[in-house]
């Protein structure tokens, strides 16, 4: 097995496991990778340092337990911070209930509705940092959601 660190066009960092070198390529050419925060099949492999054994008659120091790192991740978070994220969380989720995937037609459609080519409707979907740019140099209202959501048909 071969551990890659993959990101996808939204700036997403992940790892892939994965038989070789050419199996990840085959997936990729495929369209059976997906990034996990975004669904983004545009998966690419991130820059990552290569994994280098150390000498056999070279030690290893090990860090006692009073001078290792603290770990972040497992470290809760203020009550008031889980309140606001979750308070958030369920806005996303009811504002979405009445919105419509567009998935990567998200600035065509956006901009059709700011045009009068079209109703106005809420919508969501995905747009690229450089259409996300345009579409505000042009004056078309658009905010980024502030957890990712992963299209329809790439949920379990």
């Known amino acids: 097995m071969i551990v890659f660190d993959l990101h996808c066009t939204g700036g997403h ?3 892939g496991w994965f038989g070789s070198s050419s199996d990840f390529e085959d997936q990729r ?8 925060s975004c669904g983004s099949a545009e998966v690419s492999k991130a820059p990552m340092a290569p994994a280098v054994p150390a000498k056999g008659n070279r030690r290893q120091e090990v860090l006692p337990p009073e001078t ?7 470290t809760p978070l203020p009550p008031k911070v889980q309140k606001a994220l979750k308070a958030l969380a369920k806005a996303q989720a009811d504002a979405l209930k009445n919105s419509t995937w567009v998935g990567d037609k998200f600035a065509e459609e956006t901009r059709k509705m700011h045009y009068g080519e079209r109703d106005e409707a809420p919508i969501h979907g995905q747009a690229s940092l450089a ?7 042009e004056g078309v209202p658009v905010a980024p959601l502030p957890f990712p959501v992963a299209p329809p048909e790439k949920l379990n």
């Open 131 to 137: 259409e996300a740019k345009a579409l505000i140099e």
């Open 68 to 74: 290792a790192p603290q770990q972040l991740a497992n």
């Open 13 to 15: 960092r992940f790892e």
């Open 29 to 36: 050419s495929r369209g059976l990778l997906a990034c996990p």
